[in-house]
T-cell receptor, first 111, second 116 residues
C-alpha cells in the first residue's frame, strides 16, 4: 500500500471549514483513499473514502486531484467535537487488503 | 448492536507473564485486525485475519500470537510479556471492500496494557 504524507498539526476556528491535505504521490490505480479520525484515545472512526471522484457524506467531503497524487478532507463547519487526529490512508481492495496508519494530522478546533 | 468489544479494557502484567486479549464482533465481518498504538504514534498492525481459521502477520508481529477459531472472535496472545509491549491495543473488523461494501474498519474501544 502507498505511503501518505500529512502535516503534523493544524488549527481551525469553530464554524470555519477545516481543510486537511494529504499527499499520496505513489498511489496506484486500484488504491482508494480513506480517511479516519481518532478522538482522544478512542478507537479510530471511519469518515469517508474515494477512488478518483470527489465524495461527500454527512460528515465530510473528499476532494481528490485529477492525477490522484493528493487529496483534501473538508469538514465544512468545524466544531470543538471535531478536535482529533485525522489519518489519511491509501489501500488497495482485495482479499488481503489492510490499512496501515501513519501519525496523521492533529486538528485543534478553537473558539 | 455491541459492534466490536474488547476484553479486558485494562490490565497490568509483570515481565514474563502471559495473557490473552479477546475481541468479539457481532457484525458478521470476515476480516479482523489487531493494532497497537504507542504514545504519540499512529496505529501499527500486529496480525490480521481474513476468515475463520486463517491469520497473517502484520507490521509488528513479534512477541504476539493470534487465533481465529470462530468467525466472531479474534484472540491476541502474549506468551511472555515484555515492557516494550506496554501499549494500547485496538481490535477492528470489516467486510472485504468491493461492490457495495466500503471496507471500512470498525474499531473497539481499546485495551490498555502495562507491563512492569
Amino acid at each position: 500500500d502507498a505511503k501518505t504524507t500529512q502535516p503534523t498539526s493544524m488549527d481551525c476556528a469553530e464554524g470555519r471549514a477545516a481543510n486537511l491535505p494529504c499527499n499520496h504521490s505513489t498511489i496506484s490505480g486500484n488504491e482508494y483513499v480513506y480517511w479516519y479520525r481518532q478522538i482522544h484515545s478512542q478507537g479510530p472512526q471511519y469518515i469517508i473514502h474515494g477512488l478518483k471522484n470527489n465524495e461527500t457524506n454527512e460528515m465530510a467531503s473528499l476532494i481528490i486531484t485529477e492525477d490522484r497524487k493528493s487529496s483534501t478532507l473538508i469538514l465544512p463547519h468545524a466544531t470543538l467535537r471535531d478536535t482529533a487526529v485525522y489519518y489519511c490512508i491509501v489501500r488497495s481492495t482485495g482479499t488481503a487488503s489492510k490499512l496501515t496508519f501513519g501519525t496523521g494530522t492533529r486538528l485543534q478546533v478553537t473558539l | 448492536n455491541a459492534g466490536v468489544t474488547q476484553t479486558p479494557k485494562f490490565r497490568v502484567l509483570k515481565t514474563g507473564q502471559s495473557m490473552t486479549l479477546l475481541c468479539a464482533q457481532d457484525m458478521n465481518h470476515e476480516y479482523m485486525y489487531w493494532y497497537r498504538q504507542d504514545p504519540g504514534m499512529g496505529l501499527r498492525l500486529i496480525h490480521y485475519s481474513v476468515g475463520e481459521g486463517t491469520t497473517a502477520k502484520g507490521e509488528v508481529p513479534d512477541g504476539y500470537n493470534v487465533s481465529r477459531l470462530k468467525k466472531q472472535n479474534f484472540l491476541l496472545g502474549l506468551e511472555s510479556a515484555a515492557p516494550s509491549q506496554t501499549s494500547v491495543y485496538f481490535c477492528a473488523s470489516s467486510y472485504p471492500s468491493g461492490g457495495t461494501k466500503t471496507g471500512e474498519l470498525f474499531f473497539g474501544e481499546g485495551s490498555r496494557l502495562t507491563v512492569l
